[in-house]
């Protein structure tokens, strides 16, 4: 079965950085690229970021481009987001999620979410 | 990159009510669309990917449709279960696009 549990989130003062894990297991980790997407607290969900499954690849939405970085480590099944120079925009429930089985690009499998919250 | 608009933003139906709600893609996206389902405090729910396809344990009287630019989700006979918020993905490539959501509300 199908496992991702998010963890690592938390308070952060505006300027602040935070490192984000989703532990996997249930499935070859190393076979499919992992996802990061966000809700803000009442809003919708927002793609944030996405690395292939060697990790060789990642992609980034233009909102985080060039403060968060998406990683992976294959050898214990763990994909992680490092947030920096964080504002009271980054404030959501980020999930982890797996790439689907088929040529689209969907989500099969999510985490249950880690909360993020931006405030001084 | 792709925009997705989703409609209405929100819709109150009744039990056994049908209920369809819409997405259009601002470019041809062909196929590749998906929906989700989420309800509050989870997680959102892969329902149907791509377009059409349902996916594995999802009850069939949800149902997709569309090409293209223009993509529907149906849900025939409304159930309690059912009350939530969806969504639909543009999943043709980087960077990924939600539709604002929809949801479904109890008449």
């Known amino acids: 079965e199908v496992h991702l549990l998010d963890s690592g989130g938390g308070l952060v003062q505006p300027g602040g950085s935070l490192r984000l894990s989703c532990a996997a297991s249930?499935?070859?980790?190393?076979?499919?690229?992992m996802n990061w997407v966000r809700q803000a607290p009442g809003k919708g969900l927002e793609w944030v970021s996405a690395?292939?499954?060697?990790?060789?690849?990642?992609y980034y939405a233009d909102s985080v481009k060039g403060r968060f970085t998406v990683s992976r480590d294959n050898s214990k099944n763990t994909l992680f987001l490092q947030m920096k120079s964080l504002s009271a925009d980054d404030t959501a429930v980020y999930y982890c999620?797996?790439?689907?089985?088929?040529?689209?690009?969907?989500?099969?499998?999510w985490g249950q979410g880690t909360l993020v919250t931006v405030s001084s | 990159d792709i925009q997705m608009t989703q409609s209405p933003s929100s819709v109150s139906a009744s039990v056994g009510d049908r209920v369809t709600i819409t997405c259009r893609a601002s470019?041809?996206?062909?196929?590749?669309l998906a929906w989700y389902q989420q309800k509050p405090g989870k997680a959102p729910r892969l329902l149907i990917s791509?377009?059409?396809n349902l996916q594995s344990g999802v009850p069939s009287r949800f149902s997709g449709s569309g090409s293209g630019t223009d993509f529907t989700l149906t849900i025939i006979s409304l159930q309690p279960e059912d009350f939530a918020t969806y969504y639909c993905q543009q999943a043709s490539g980087f960077p990924v696009a939600f539709g604002g959501g929809t949801k479904v509300e109890i008449k």
């Open positions: 690395i292939s499954g060697s990790g060789e690849r990642t």
């Open positions: 470019q041809d996206i062909s196929s590749w």
């Open positions: 249930g499935f070859t980790f190393s076979g499919y690229a």
């Open positions: 999620a797996k790439d689907g089985v088929g040529q689209q690009r969907d989500f099969d499998y």
């Open positions: 791509p377009a059409s």
